[in-house]
C-alpha cells in the first residue's frame, strides 16, 4: 500500500511549537500520512521567497504529494484559503501567491475554496489556520476525501505573487533580487531563457553594478569553483535562475543585498 506523503512548508523557525502542532494534527487524522519538511525558516511574512521554494523542491516528490504552504500575513483576515489540484499534486494553503509559481508550473486541473468546517479542527484560531485549518484538511485528503468534499470550485483566478520580468535586451538586464539562500547567494529575477535572449553564454566577462552604482567586474561560469576563493561570479542555479555569487563567501552580506534590490547586468565585449 502506498503511504500518503505531506510536505509543509512554512516561515514558523523551529524554536517554538508551532510545526509540532500542525504534525500532531495530520498524524491525528491520518496516523500513515509521511511528513516530509521542506523548510520551516522561510524568511518571516516573505512570500515570494517561500513561492521560490516551493517552485523548487516540490516537483521531486512522488506523485500525489500533498504540499502545505503557511506564509501567511494576513492570517484571519477575509484572504481565501484554496486547494489546487494540479498533474501530479495537491497543494493547499492561503491564496496568497505561495502556491502560484508551482501550481502553474505543474498546470492546475481543479480550485477550490476550503469552506467544509467539518474538515477543520473544532476551535479554528483566527491566528493559526495551520494547525485549525490547513493542516486537518491535507490529513483528510490524505486519507481519501475527495476535493469535493473540501469545497466550491474557485471561480475567479488564483492570486499571483508580484514578480516582474527583468528587463532585457542584447547584451543588458536589469533585475531585481528575488530570493538569498542561506549561503548568501543572490537569486536574481532573470532566468535562463532571459539570458539566452539577451546573448550571454558561459565565460563572457559581465559589469554588475549594484543598488549603491557599485560596479563589479565578473564572470558568467558554470559553477563557484572555476572562480578563484572570494571572487564574485554569475552562474545559473540549479533552478534555472542567474545568480550572483561569491565562491567560499557570502554574496548577499559582503554586496548588502537583500530581496527587491536593483541589479543591471551587462556584456563587458559590447
Known amino acids: 500500500m502506498k503511504l500518503p506523503i505531506i510536505t509543509l512548508l512554512t516561515d514558523f523557525g523551529y524554536r517554538d511549537h508551532y510545526v509540532a502542532s500542525m504534525k500532531g494534527v495530520i498524524l491525528s ?33 512522488p506523485p500525489g504529494t500533498i504540499h502545505v504552504a503557511v ?34 508550473e505543474d498546470g492546475i486541473e481543479e480550485a477550490r475554496l476550503i469552506e467544509n ?4 479542527r473544532p476551535d479554528v484560531s483566527y491566528t493559526f489556520h495551520g494547525r485549525d485549518i490547513y493542516a486537518p484538511v491535507a490529513a ?19 492570486h499571483t505573487p508580484v514578480f516582474m520580468e527583468p528587463q532585457v ?3 543588458f538586464m536589469e533585475c531585481k533580487v528575488f530570493y538569498v539562500d542561506d549561503f548568501g547567494n543572490v537569486v536574481l529575477n532573470a532566468t535562463k531563457r532571459h539570458l539566452e535572449a539577451a546573448g550571454f553564454k558561459y565565460g563572457m566577462s559581465c559589469s554588475v553594478t549594484l543598488k549603491n552604482q557599485q560596479t ?13 576563493e572570494g571572487e564574485p561570479l554569475l552562474l545559473i542555479n540549479s533552478e534555472g535562475y542567474l ?9 548577499a552580506k559582503r554586496f548588502e543585498l537583500a530581496p527587491n534590490d536593483s541589479i543591471t547586468v551587462r556584456l563587458n565585449s559590447l
Open 243 to 251: 545568480e550572483l555569487a561569491v565562491n567560499k563567501g557570502d554574496a
Open 117 to 120: 468546517r467539518n474538515l477543520f
Open 140 to 158: 483528510h485528503i490524505a486519507r481519501g476525501v475527495p476535493l469535493s468534499a473540501v469545497g466550491p470550485i474557485l471561480e475567479e483566478e488564483i
Open 29 to 61: 487524522i491520518a496516523p500513515e500520512t509521511i511528513i516530509v519538511d521542506i523548510s520551516h525558516g522561510v524568511p518571516k511574512q516573505d512570500i515570494l521567497a517561500a513561492a521560490y521554494v516551493l517552485k523548487s523542491s516540490y516537483r521531486y516528490f
Open 216 to 228: 563589479l567586474a565578473v564572470r558568467l561560469l558554470q559553477s563557484y569553483g572555476y572562480s578563484s
Open 169 to 171: 535586451r542584447h547584451g
Open 71 to 104: 506564509v501567511d500575513p494576513g492570517v484571519g483576515t477575509n484572504r481565501r484559503s484554496i486547494v489546487l489540484k494540479t498533474r501530479n499534486y495537491v497543494f493547499v494553503g492561503p491564496d496568497n501567491g505561495v502556491l502560484a509559481l508551482s501550481a502553474f
